[in-house]
């Protein structure tokens, strides 16, 4: 438990883990998360609230929160709130943004601006490690 409370409080007492790189958490990471990650957190909750708000800051904040808090799940270090709430923020605000055009649709384009960020997230792994 000690060398947990560090990390709670979002400094690392050890180095994280390394993952191993193999198909399937390739596929998660580029395909599967931002598929499902976009649903859950940027078309439902925005879509649902839409004809709540007159402005999209609520909606982005709705957003971005709950994406931020699941991501603490992966290793608990609550940096990791902090940086995936604001990567939420700039997915929220694209969605939101898309949503208002007619040539593009909102969840596809969000879908590949993360698939692409942790595409690049990976393969700065793989160069770094």
């Keep these: 438990i000690r060398d947990e409370v560090p990390a709670m ?11 191993e790189l193999t198909f399937g958490s390739v596929l998660g990471a580029v395909i599967m998360a931002p598929v499902l990650e976009t649903l859950i957190f940027q078309k439902l909750p925005i ?3 839409r004809d709540s708000y007159e402005k ?16 603490i799940l992966n290793d608990f270090y609550i940096r990791d709130f902090f940086y995936t709430f604001c990567t939420g923020i700039l997915y929220a605000y694209a969605y939101t ?9 909102a969840y596809l384009a969000v879908v590949l601006i993360h698939a692409g960020y942790n595409a690049c997230v990976l393969i700065i792994q793989q160069l770094l490690s």
Excluded at 9 to 19: F, Y
Excluded at 61 to 71: K, Q, T, V
Excluded at 97 to 105: C, F, H
């Design 56 to 71: 999209d800051g609520p909606l982005i904040l709705i957003s971005a929160i709950p994406f931020g808090l699941i991501h």
């Design 9 to 19: 409080r979002g400094g690392e007492a050890v180095e994280r883990s390394r993952k």
């Design 47 to 49: 879509d649902f609230f």
């Design 97 to 105: 943004v898309a949503t208002k055009r007619k040539d593009m649709n």
